[in-house]
């Protein structure tokens, strides 16, 4: 390949987690597990299985019900270890609780942990954590709508997921790999009507000082929706907004332009691309929805790019943009999520209606994971069946088809905040580049929300992520989603 040696972080990456991750032992069905506190838990059925670790069903002795699971791998292995002590620190049920109270929320897609402890398991020590079990991820729903969800269930899914940032940014850390693998619904009755977010394996504290960036971090994350900070290898809230965005685009049908380029061997190319994207994002969004930007989603992408580095965003402002679209759509925002897809005329839709087969058999053969758990697990969740009339028109504007600009600044990634002229650079140039521009935005008080709130890839490997710097607990960098959580 032409430009192997500009890929570093990658393949040492790649290497390194062949001789460092040890597969888990099985457990056999029946097994009890006994966690810190002395807690018992038998084991059931296995329910998916990935790279680092398997996750099986479970319920406490005693009890019938498999309403949790436990995730088990190897007590050498880094990513259970940096998720464990995540959840530990910042997701106790006490806190979320709190949070929610404050914030007049009756519903919140934060997870949290049940108990945790270390097993020995055909004489070798493995750890593992309980957690409460959830339904099936949005891979499946996009997969049976050929990629794309109801307009309606993408504003509801995003309000969802800025509540949990807010939360998460609240405790200092970042998550930095929302996707569609990493949310699932919720279980039992109104369960569907909530989505969570999993997967904790890359939350590290975020930036408040200099923008530094760090050649151990570059790329890290879901290369489809790394932020550019992430790409520089600097944790910033930002970053988390920018990997929303870039999911909210995905879902209302568009492809991504390093998608559609097929760039994402490289991901150099992939930052570049992203930078191109971001630079000019009003005409970048144009290409992808000819017929109509939705508003809140230009909103929002517009307001990201005005975002400094170490600026704390303005969650009920963005959530706002989505709440109105919500009222615009006639689109109640409570209930079970919706995620069938109505009959729409074309002058209604941005994007023509998709082939479901040839972008199923896309998304499969995108289906390359360093390994990852199976998403694709064959639970049925009871989603709104309601056929109810949705407005979806927009205001609409007669636009012409731009492709995104391929300007990147010249600026030095330490002075990324400080807006300058854009300037042409060649495609193959792969020193980071980017203008992230300053505007300083007022914060709004949250307002109580009194209605319930609802919301592969290829992945670069990078190892030793900091969990939390103060406390000096490292591990490295988790690559398995918890999409298995949900039942088989």
Same mark, same amino acid.
């Given at each position: 390949m032409p430009r192997v040696a500009k890929p570093k972080a990658a393949a040492p990456a790649k290497k390194a987690k062949s001789q460092l991750y040890k597969m888990p032992e099985k457990v056999k069905e029946g097994t009890v597990f006994t966690d810190l506190a002395e807690g018992q838990w038998r084991i059931g059925p296995s329910i998916g299985v990935g790279g680092f670790g398997e996750i099986y069903a479970a319920c406490k002795v005693g009890e019938k019900n498999y309403d949790a699971v436990v995730k088990c791998e190897p007590h050498g292995n880094g990513p259970l270890f940096v998720e464990m002590h995540f959840y530990l620190r910042n997701a106790k049920l006490k806190d979320i609780?709190?949070?929610?109270?404050?914030?007049?929320?009756?519903?919140?897609?934060?997870?949290?942990?049940?108990?945790?402890?270390?097993?020995?398991?055909?004489?070798?020590?493995?750890?593992?954590?309980?957690m409460p079990r959830y339904g099936s991820d949005l891979t499946k729903f996009l997969e049976r709508n050929g990629k794309r969800l109801p307009e309606g269930t993408v504003y509801r899914l995003a309000i969802q997921m800025l509540d949990v940032y807010q939360y998460m940014h609240s405790k200092g850390y970042v998550h930095a790999d929302l996707k569609a693998a990493n949310i699932l619904l919720g279980l039992g009755k109104g369960g569907a009507a909530q989505a969570y977010l999993v997967d904790f394996g890359l939350a590290s504290h975020f930036v408040t000082g200099d923008f530094k960036p760090d050649?151990?971090?570059?790329?890290?994350?879901?290369?489809?929706?790394?932020?550019?900070?992430?790409?520089?290898?600097?944790?910033?809230?930002?970053?988390?907004?920018?990997?929303?965005?870039?999911?909210?685009?995905?879902?209302?049908?568009?492809?991504?332009?390093?998608?559609?380029?097929?760039?994402?061997?490289?991901?150099?190319?992939?930052?570049?691309?992203?930078?191109?994207?971001?630079?000019?994002?009003?005409?970048?969004?144009?290409?992808?929805?000819?017929?109509?930007?939705?508003?809140?989603?230009?909103?929002?992408?517009?307001?990201?790019?005005?975002?400094?580095?170490?600026?704390?965003? *303005?969650?009920?402002?963005?959530?706002?943009?989505?709440?109105?679209?919500?009222?615009?759509?006639?689109?109640?925002?409570?209930? *079970?999520?919706?995620?069938?897809?109505?009959?729409?005329?074309?002058?209604?839709?941005?994007?023509?209606?998709?082939?479901?087969?040839?972008?199923a058999t896309a998304r499969k053969a995108r289906k390359i994971y360093s390994p990852v758990l199976n998403s694709s697990l064959d639970e049925e969740i009871s989603a709104s069946e309601e056929d109810a009339e949705e407005d979806m028109s927009y205001r609409k504007k007669t636009v012409k088809k731009v492709t995104p600009s391929a300007r990147n600044a010249k600026v030095s990634p330490l002075t990324r905040d400080a807006p300058v002229p854009a300037a042409e650079s060649s495609p193959d140039q792969t020193k980071p580049k980017s203008t992230p521009k300053e505007r300083a935005t007022p914060k709004t008080s949250r307002k109580p929300k009194g209605t319930p709130k609802t919301s592969k890839t290829i992945k670069n490997d990078c190892t030793n992520n900091k969990i939390a710097a103060e406390d000096g607990v490292a591990g490295q960098s988790k690559r398995e989603p918890f999409s298995a959580l949900h039942i088989n």
């Open positions: 609780k709190q949070f929610m109270q404050k914030n007049g929320l009756k519903s919140l897609g934060m997870p949290y942990i049940l108990a945790n402890g270390s097993v020995e398991v055909n004489g070798e020590k493995h750890r593992f954590i309980v050649p151990k971090k570059m790329h890290n994350g879901t290369l489809e929706y790394t932020s550019r900070d992430a790409h520089l290898g600097v944790p910033t809230r930002r970053s988390d907004l920018e990997v929303l965005g870039y999911n909210l685009i995905e879902w209302l049908g568009a492809e991504l332009p390093w998608v559609k380029q097929k760039l994402l061997a490289v991901p150099l190319k992939v930052q570049k691309a992203k930078e191109a994207f971001m630079d000019n994002i009003g005409e970048s969004l144009k290409a992808l929805f000819p017929k109509g930007v939705p508003p809140p989603i230009g909103d929002f992408m517009k307001y990201v790019t005005k975002l400094t580095h170490n600026q704390e965003p *303005d969650y009920d402002k963005c959530s706002s943009w989505f709440s109105s679209a919500l009222k615009q759509l006639k689109i109640p925002n409570s209930g *079970d999520l919706d995620f069938k897809l109505k009959t729409q005329n074309s002058s209604d839709n941005n994007l023509s209606p998709p082939s479901t087969s040839q972008a």
